[in-house]
């Protein structure tokens, strides 16, 4: 079991290091992630290499014991590299070149970023590998910067012909008769800048996935240099969040561990939201193929939750013990912190450390010392679900979209929320993509999957077929992989027809028959094919339908439903 968290001693005089590795024993840390963003001292110049601090570093934490997750630093390209690149720097959708100041400024496209990449990865691994205190390769950081730049605009053109062979299949993959958008060769294509009015959906839905490809790439460049070096396990941290232009369903696949960092945004709620993220890492971690569907958090503040007020809360007594719980009850393999010792200045100088400023007789250390104890005597926990929830990247990607027929859904949320239903009582849930595994499971429920690509209907017919539960709702399978309307592309599955899609204004309630509840945000017209209507409005739409199909049966909610009102009628067989 891991234990342990970021440990950034470049930040701090060398006659602090000997003081936090015994503290460290003291709380049974037993992995520290070092080098983050430590670029400009393993590199100072251009061609200059400074390993010797890193070389003490690991000799001190090798011989008390503590494994190193050892990261490339590519995150944080030094001034030096910013000063001599400056194309290498991210251009916004407006057209502003970002340049040097904080942290993720660079382009995944940018041929002179890839190369030094390369170069710093192929440094560490040569020097690295056959280091025995290193665990875990740690490459770069969070990935998701975008960038629209030239040298974008290049590599998304050629991922299109990838993807697509010629231009006339782009045109038709994008709809672009409409608006006048017909593409006559590839030069004319460009990446969705800041322009007029609404965008081209198909066109912002295929460069967030040519994003995430092009920094998948980005991370297999680097991947493969560490493979060649040595045999530790590689790895990235998945950073969660509706902004992140990364498809980590894909990405599961590359990944040694699937790791994620969790930080929850609501003090109130912190441990529902973390119940959450465990069971989509694990749900990513499946549809993968990785054992049991177990991962690793890689990060988590010590103690302490940043509300999305603004305020960063220390947890009360016991906080941080029921937030490590939550993640090993769902399969990690451990749970790691960010930070370890609180950084003096900088932007992060009042993040939660294990190690605060006010140093190790503090609660917080107290705390997290008395939880490394437990976790060392605790196994990975096997957790095998009964339930399997769909939270899909693209449909969430593809819900942000300003040209939708309402903004009263979120996507996000909904699915959060029925986790909560589904999780209440203690239940495993997996939460996995759509290209997940589905036989194993008795109840399947996909909220509000408006992009369906013709896999995802194959699998979930597939799933209802050989004798599973599916529970569906409205808003699903409105449009293909390339947001073109599929009408009626559901019908069959669910045994009714959608004659019409009405949005609910905000605020705005449908009355339910013979129940004291209300429908929002949301209602189809449907017309039953073969559905038996389980539940009505007031004025006789259907409200709920069941509809057997093969072997299995589907459950249809026409409108946005209080799901824990409705439970036994959603979800029980
Ligand atoms: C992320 C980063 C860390 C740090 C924390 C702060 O997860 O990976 O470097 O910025 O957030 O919460």
């Given at each position: ?20 590795i015994e503290l460290m ?341 107290d705390e997290i010392s ?152 949301w209602l189809d017209h ?48």
């Open positions: 079991m891991l234990f342990g968290g970021d440990y950034n001693p470049e930040q701090w005089p060398e006659g602090v290091w000997a003081a936090d024993r003291r709380a049974n840390v037993n992995l520290v992630t070092v080098g983050v963003f430590a670029w400009s001292r393993m590199q100072p110049a251009p061609d200059e290499f400074d390993f010797d601090w890193l070389d003490r570093v690991l000799t001190l934490l090798g011989a008390a014991g503590i494994g190193v997750c050892l990261a490339t630093p590519t995150a944080s390209p030094p001034p030096w590299f910013t000063r001599a690149h400056p194309d290498a720097m991210p251009v916004t959708r407006e057209g502003v070149r970002l340049t040097h100041g904080s942290r993720d400024t660079y382009c995944v496209n940018a041929p002179a970023y890839r190369t030094a990449s390369v170069r710093i990865a192929s440094e560490l691994a040569a020097r690295y590998a056959g280091h025995g205190a290193v665990r875990l390769w740690h490459v770069h950081n969070e990935y998701g910067t975008a960038c629209y730049c030239d040298h974008c605009a290049a590599e998304f053109r050629n991922w299109l012909a990838a993807r697509y062979g010629d231009v006339e299949t782009l045109n038709d993959a994008w709809s672009a008769d409409f608006w006048s958008q017909r593409y006559r060769c590839w030069p004319e294509v460009l990446p969705p800048r800041a322009t007029q009015y609404l965008a081209n959906p198909a066109h912002e839905l295929d460069y967030r996935r040519f994003v995430s490809d092009a920094m998948l790439r980005h991370y297999l460049d680097q991947r493969a240099v560490l493979r060649r070096a040595g045999p530790a396990p590689v790895t990235t941290n998945f950073v969660l969040g509706g902004w992140v232009p990364v498809d980590h369903a894909r990405w599961a696949r590359e990944v040694d561990v699937v790791a994620i960092d969790d930080y929850p945004s609501s003090v109130a709620d912190h441990l529902a939201e973390r119940a959450f993220a465990a069971d989509r890492a694990r749900g990513w971690a499946l549809a993968a193929g990785h054992p049991d569907g177990r991962w690793l958090l890689m990060e988590h503040a010590p103690g302490a939750v940043r509300d999305r007020s603004g305020v960063v809360r220390p947890l009360p007594a016991g906080g941080a013990r029921d937030a490590a719980l939550t993640y090993l009850d769902r399969g990690a393999l451990g749970v790691l912190y960010f930070q370890w010792r609180a950084s003096r200045g900088g932007a992060e100088q009042w993040h939660p450390a294990i190690v605060p400023h006010e140093g190790d007789r503090t609660p917080v250390f008395v939880l490394g104890a437990e976790v060392a005597r605790r196994v990975p926990a096997t957790v095998s679900a009964r339930i399997a929830l769909i939270h899909d990247e693209q449909s969430m990607w593809a819900w942000q979209s300003p040209h939708l027929p309402t903004r009263e859904i979120d996507y996000e949320a909904m699915v959060r929320r029925w986790h909560g239903t589904l999780a209440a009582g203690g239940a495993m849930v997996d939460v996995v993509p759509v290209t997940a595994p589905l036989r194993r499971y008795d109840l399947v429920a996909a909220p509000a999957l408006y992009l369906m690509p013709a896999a995802a209907h194959t699998a979930l017919r597939e799933y209802v077929s050989g004798g599973g539960t599916l529970v569906l709702t409205f808003a699903c399978g409105l449009v293909d992989d390339c947001s073109r309307a599929t009408p009626g592309a559901l019908d069959d599955l669910i045994g009714a027809r959608v004659l019409r899609h009405v949005p609910l204004l905000p605020g705005e309630t449908e009355a339910l028959a013979g129940v004291d509840a209300v429908g929002r945000r449907l017309e039953p094919a073969g559905a038996t209507v389980l539940l009505r409005t007031a004025d006789g739409r259907p409200a709920v339908t069941e509809h057997h199909f093969g072997a299995g049966v589907v459950r249809y909610a026409a409108t946005d439903l209080d799901e824990r009102r409705f439970t036994r009628m959603l979800f029980e067989r």
